[in-house]
């Protein structure tokens, strides 16, 4: 099972504020145990959101609103995406994540990791993903990660 872990942002990261070296050098050792243990398939920090744009769809229409977005606490700062046994096993990850309540890179003392499994085409039933359709993603996937080994 793959399991997506999302850290949460705040004011600090959404001025973008960088992490502190120690913050960094603690984030390169959690990666590398990830690694070292097989699990890790990627892992990324996100730029604020005032770099970034939301597209709304709304009955047929697709506006695009630039950010900076107001909610500091409903953004996602980065992520993890793990192959884990069990959501178990990928929430013993994310308790291992060096982010501590009251890290200077926390402007209101609070961190947060959100932990959520990625669907996967056999999470769908046959009435909403036909064979031909599971096929195809499976097709594109593994596309996808011959596009990612450079091949």
Known sequence: MRFMLLIKSDANAEAGVMPS???IDAMGK???ELVKAGVLLAAE???PSSKG????YSGGKRTVTDGPF?????LIAGFWIIQAKSKE???EWALRVPLEAGDPQSSDGVAEIEVRQVFDISDFPEDVLSPEAAARE?????QVE???AGQ
């Open 146 to 148: 011959k596009n990612a």
């Open 53 to 56: 744009a939301k597209v709304h």
């Open 70 to 74: 107001a909610e500091a606490k409903e």
């Open 45 to 47: 920090g996100l730029q």
């Open 138 to 142: 499976e097709a594109l996937r593994l």
């Open 30 to 32: 959690y990666n590398e």
């Open 21 to 23: 070296p120690e913050l």
């Open 89 to 91: 096993e990928a929430l």
